[in-house]
């Protein structure tokens, strides 16, 4: 069964940065696509970044882009997402996301905090 776990989330002032991971474990395949989401309080959930295939390509939320960056880990269904710049309105829960044999899996989230 598939499980996935994120952790480093936190409180930072704005134009601080956070390094978020996430691991899903418990399958032997590759998991060809893992995405990150974020939900702040009273919105609704918005896809923050992705990255697909053995190429890893990358896709970003326009609110985001230029500023986060998301990566593989060496660890095999592992990924980062490094977020620099932060500003208040990126406060929210970020949830990891990985579609196995068309299953949606998510991970408990992590809680960041953008705030002086």
């Known amino acids: 069964q598939l499980q996935v776990v994120e952790s480093g989330g936190g409180l930072v002032q704005p134009g601080g940065s956070l390094r978020l991971s996430c691991v899903a474990s418990?399958?032997?395949?590759?998991?060809?696509?893992m995405n990150w989401y974020r939900q702040a309080p009273g919105k609704s959930r918005e896809l923050v970044a992705a990255i697909t295939g053995p190429t890893n390509i990358t896709h970003y939320g326009d609110s985001v882009r230029g500023r986060f960056s998301i990566s593989r880990g060496n660890a095999k269904n592992s990924i980062y997402l490094q977020m620099n710049n932060l500003k208040p309105e990126d406060t929210a829960v970020y949830h990891c996301n990985a579609v196995y044999r068309s299953t949606d899996n998510w991970g408990q989230g992590t809680q960041v905090t953008v705030s002086s």
């Open positions: 418990g399958i032997r395949d590759a998991l060809h696509r």
